[in-house]
């Protein structure tokens, strides 16, 4: 069920769709945080935003507090300056893959100005050059503005530059849109927080800022909210392509959640990790393990917390994550959503504590 | 004539092209396109056994008329799939000099046969590539297309072969510039149709003759160099695009800037009194161009075009073009109309004198 009811009075939606339409860099959420606000509006207990600018959600007033964090950011680009010719020079936000950003469509700034981001036709260029990668401080965007003065008017310093890369069902199951990761996580939040009450849980749902760049928002978050425990809900590399070999494929799309055992950031609470595997064994629901043991989630920013939180990352399997079309499974998000429901229902009977 | 009017037309044909661009082979929906877009100002259309489009704008002189034809190219360049691999991946081979620095990630359409389907392209992601690896260019043979569909299914619906292009799309920038898949070349597509236009008002001694060339970009020039065989014209002009000036360049040496007018041709491909023609028209009309200098081959259809039928007299006129051979080339509307006029205000002129004065060279 991807649509999902948008209750009396507003008109139906699409909300995976609307979320990787939003534009949202680090440090500049506001959009992503208004879609999730429409939304939930009046249908949580309570919902604001932290000092930081994490979109919080709490359902009931159980005892036992859980967080379930997933992140509003995205990878992108920012404008840094202009220069004489009426370009705007950019500087990467988040970890891109540089290697994806000539020839590309962008829109720039709130007022989303149409703009691409050129390369020298390569026919001008000799062997060399024409091999070459081209890094960042090369490129620049082009919004057809002929000097400094007129660029300046489009685009001020620090204002943000995102893919103008379309949601799109490419067959019944997988979607293509920009900024999957971690749209999907905060359309699964959205779906777990939209659920009945649980009597004994306080569900701290959180929307987290600043993920891409080192795990800020999360960790503020559950400075502020003290959680028993945290999950966070992320998109994860699904490598299942041609040329990487089974051991590094780190996940294939269409197998089910994955459950990561370490990233770069944390080694994850063992028990929570067994306990969700063993959920999923039991109730049929598909899984894999995240086969990779880098990068980082908010999990790596919550762990470290207070006088330590156990936490675990649960993620969906995107392709090209960090590139302008990345590749999800409608399933996976489903299964994701069920894992974690089951982890909640088994939290709130006292079935498990970590 | 309001500007703001022409502008929108001018946009709406480039919408149209790029939307039916296609590799070689493929070029019979920009036929189609054609048929409709230049055919209001034309007295007979047809398509020729290679699959370039002919179309005649008949002269008001007495017969014999001396004929004057105008080649754009119809195709573009992209790729055909030249197998499906385990997983419903497509591998690819490239048509024409597609640009391999920014294959990665670009979305991209494949042709099938019951429809076209959303891709895009991937490679080994970046964490399980080396450092070295992350600093060159992906060679093609190992890039794919992900269709996000059941392996079965993209074994039964894309047989190898299948073309596969950018996704399509046509953004409006400021000061009238414009940036599209497939501008190359349905930016010089677009000026034939302006001088069209312009020529039913101001008359013209000639039979103006506009061909749409197919495979342009696979080499061999085969469409505009069968058509111009069998329309057999006086002279020609392929109006095609060159490289606008580009940020960060050197040398500004060979290209030329956005809005600044289009390029004539100099060189052993641009016969000099047909060339002179041009320059002469646009002085007097006050038309701004630039001059290419092109010393060998122009890389268009007018290289081709020149050594058929005994010989034709050949020009290239260029519209300038920014990130050539990328999804996002980009142009001024201005130099389409530019090009357009110079194009209909130099037919106007040619007539029999113009015509037996081509051979006579100093």
Redesign the interface.
């Known amino acids: 069920m991807l649509r999902l009811d948008p209750g009396p009075g507003r008109p139906p939606s699409d909300l995976l769709e609307e979320l990787t339409q939003a534009c949202s860099l680090s440090g500049d959420e506001g959009e992503v945080r208004a879609v999730l606000r429409r939304w939930l509006g009046g249908t949580v207990c309570e919902l604001y935003t932290d000092n930081i600018g994490n979109l919080i959600c709490r359902r009931g007033q159980g005892p036992v507090r859980v967080i379930v964090a997933a992140h509003m950011d995205e990878v992108g680009l920012v404008v840094a300056g202009h220069d004489d010719s009426g370009l705007l020079r950019v500087k990467e936000s988040g970890g891109l893959d540089v290697r994806v950003l000539p020839g590309r469509a962008v829109l720039v700034g709130r007022p989303k100005v149409p703009g691409v981001i050129g390369a020298p036709a390569v026919h001008l260029l000799d062997e060399d050059e024409a091999e070459r990668v081209l890094p960042s401080r090369e490129l620049y965007v082009d919004v057809g503005a002929r000097s400094k003065e007129e660029a300046a008017e489009v685009a001020a310093p620090g204002d943000p530059v995102y893919f103008a890369t379309s949601f799109e069902r490419l067959s019944d199951r997988v979607v293509k849109a920009k900024a999957l990761d971690d749209r999907v996580g905060c359309y699964i939040l959205a779906r777990l927080l939209l659920d009945p009450e649980r009597e004994n849980l306080t569900l701290l749902g959180v929307f987290t800022v600043q993920e891409e760049v080192g795990l800020r928002g999360a960790r503020v978050a559950a400075q502020h909210l003290a959680p028993r425990l945290a999950l966070a809900v992320d998109g994860t590399s699904a490598a299942d392509v041609p040329g990487v070999e089974p051991p590094q494929t780190c996940t294939h799309l269409g197998r089910g959640p994955a459950v990561s055992l370490m990233d770069g950031t944390i080694v994850m609470h063992e028990r929570i990790r067994e306990h969700l595997v063993g959920l999923a064994r039991r109730h049929g629901v598909p899984w894999q393990y995240r086969r990779l043991t880098t990068a980082g989630t908010d999990a790596g920013g919550i762990f470290l917390e207070r006088t330590g939180i156990p936490a675990c990352t649960v993620a969906v399997p995107c392709r090209y994550i960090h590139s302008p079309a990345s590749l999800a499974d409608l399933d996976d998000i489903e299964h994701t959503l069920t894992l974690l429901r089951l982890l909640l229902d088994s939290l709130d009977k006292g079935e498990f504590e970590p | 004539m309001p500007v703001e009017v022409v502008l929108l037309d001018i946009l709406e044909f480039l919408r149209e092209l790029c939307r039916t661009a296609a590799v070689r082979g493929y070029e019979e929906p920009s036929c189609a396109a054609l048929g409709r877009l230049w055919g209001p100002w034309l007295d007979e259309t047809r398509t020729t056994r290679l699959g370039s489009f002919v179309g005649l704008a008949r002269g008001r002189g007495p017969e014999p008329r001396p004929r004057f034809a105008a080649v754009a190219h119809l195709d573009a360049v992209g790729f055909v799939v030249t197998r499906v691999?385990?997983?419903g991946?497509l591998?690819l081979a490239k048509v024409g000099?597609v640009?391999?620095?920014?294959l990665?990630?670009?979305?991209v359409e494949v042709l099938a046969p019951g429809g076209p389907?959303?891709?895009?392209i991937?490679?080994?992601?970046?964490?399980?590539s080396s450092g070295e690896e992350?600093?060159?260019?992906?060679p093609v043979e190992?890039l794919?297309v992900?269709?996000?569909?059941?392996p079965a299914?993209v074994r039964e619906r894309v047989p190898p072969g299948t073309p596969v292009h950018y996704r399509r799309?046509v953004?409006?920038?400021?000061?009238?510039?414009v940036?599209g898949t497939y501008l190359d070349d349905a930016a010089g597509l677009a000026v034939l149709a302006v001088a069209l236009e312009e020529l039913r008002s101001l008359g013209h001694e000639a039979d103006f003759i506009v061909i749409g060339s197919a495979g342009e970009e696979a080499g061999r020039f085969a469409g505009a160099v069968t058509a111009a065989s069998d329309v057999r014209p006086h002279a020609a002009v392929a109006v095609d695009v060159t490289?606008g000036s580009?940020?960060?360049?050197g040398d500004p040496t060979?290209?030329f800037p956005l809005?600044g007018g289009p390029a004539i041709g100099l060189g052993p491909n641009c016969h000099p009194i047909l060339t002179r023609l041009f320059r002469t028209v646009a002085d007097e009309a006050g038309i701004p161009y630039g001059l290419e200098v092109m010393p060998g081959s122009s890389g268009t259809d007018a290289w081709g075009v020149q050594t058929v039928c005994g010989g034709i007299p050949t020009a290239v006129l260029s519209i300038p073009l920014?990130?050539?051979?990328?999804?996002?080339e980009?142009v001024s509307l201005d130099d389409i109309r530019l090009a357009g006029h110079l194009l209909a205000q130099a037919a106007s002129r040619v007539d029999w004198a113009f015509v037996e004065g081509l051979s006579c060279f100093d």
């Open positions: 691999e385990d997983g991946f591998r000099g640009d391999r620095r920014l990665l990630g670009q979305e389907l959303p891709g895009v991937g490679a080994k992601p970046p964490h399980l992350r600093k060159r260019v992906v190992e794919y992900d269709l996000g569909l059941d299914v799309q953004l409006t920038l400021r000061n009238g510039r940036s490289f580009y940020p960060g360049q060979g290209t809005g920014r990130y050539m051979h990328t999804p996002v980009t």
